[in-house]
């Protein structure tokens, strides 16, 4: 079955530095689009960046220059690196398998928590 498993959320000062990680199983990695979503408290569930299985990136505005996203295919591993955080990135940041035919699958979610 699909799994997706997010780590490497956590506590960091504003300015600071963060890299996510989605471990994924159950499917085939490299033939699919993966994104990295959030949700702050009070806010709807948003999507923060996607790959493409040819590693084309898109991005959502407020994070354009500060965050990098990016696949390992070998390792079946998708990456969330976050540069000059501000509190407003604070949030649950989930891993999402794009397109999906048989279902919709999402990891179990890292919290992210920048401090000003």
């Known amino acids: 079955q699909v799994q997706l498993v997010e780590s490497g959320g956590g506590l960091v000062q504003a300015g600071g530095s963060l890299t996510l990680s989605c471990a994924a199983s159950?499917?085939?990695?490299?033939?699919?689009?993966m994104g990295w979503y959030r949700q702050a408290p009070g806010k709807q569930r948003e999507v923060v960046a996607i790959?493409?299985?040819?590693?084309?990136?898109d991005y959502t505005a407020s994070v354009k220059g500060r965050f990098i996203i990016s696949r390992d295919n070998a390792k079946n591993t998708v990456y969330l690196q976050m540069n000059s955080l501000k509190s407003e990135d604070t949030g649950v940041y989930y891993c999402?398998?794009?397109?999906?035919?048989?279902?919709?699958?999402w990891g179990q979610g890292t919290q992210v928590t920048v401090s000003s």
């Open positions: 999402h398998l794009i397109g999906a035919i048989r279902g919709d699958y």
């Open positions: 790959i493409t299985k040819g590693g084309t990136t």
């Open positions: 159950g499917f085939i990695f490299s033939t699919n689009i």
